[in-house]
């Protein structure tokens, strides 16, 4: 039996997909480096940091996800020829 000839797609590594890994790993980073924002000061409208700096994440990751997203769907049109949407 033959096999199909293989289709060299290019680097699996792109610069693209390595800010997509940044995008996605950044949260976790920030959420993981409790002595960064383990503390009171500076309020923000009467929260503590330590609150407010957590739900900013929320958004940003968000955010940071969106785009990682949408950097995915043009990367695999890219790599599929264009085809598709």
Same mark, same amino acid.
């Not at 890994?21 to 959420?31: E, I, K, N, Q, R």
């Not at 000061?41 to 958004?59: H, K, L, S």
């Given at each position: 039996?033959?096999? +199909? !000839?293989?289709?060299?797609?290019? +680097?699996?590594? $792109? !610069?693209?997909?390595? #800010?997509? *890994? /940044?995008? /996605?790993?950044?949260?976790?980073? *920030?959420? /993981?480096?409790?002595?960064? &924002?383990?503390? #009171?000061? !500076?309020?923000?409208?009467?929260? +503590?940091?330590?609150?407010?700096?957590?739900? *900013?994440?929320?958004?940003?990751? $968000?955010?940071? $996800?969106?785009?990682? &997203?949408? /950097?995915?769907?043009?990367?695999?049109? *890219? %790599?599929?020829?264009?085809?598709? %949407?």
């Amino acid at each position: 039996m033959s096999q +199909p !000839p293989e289709v060299n797609r290019g +680097p699996v590594v $792109t !610069p693209v997909r390595v #800010v997509i *890994a /940044l995008c /996605l790993v950044a949260p976790f980073v *920030a959420m /993981l480096w409790v002595d960064s &924002y383990a503390k #009171v000061e !500076p309020e923000f409208i009467g929260i +503590p940091f330590f609150y407010w700096y957590q739900m *900013a994440w929320v958004v940003i990751s $968000t955010a940071l $996800t969106m785009i990682a &997203y949408k /950097l995915w769907q043009r990367d695999q049109r *890219a %790599r599929r020829g264009g085809a598709g %949407r």
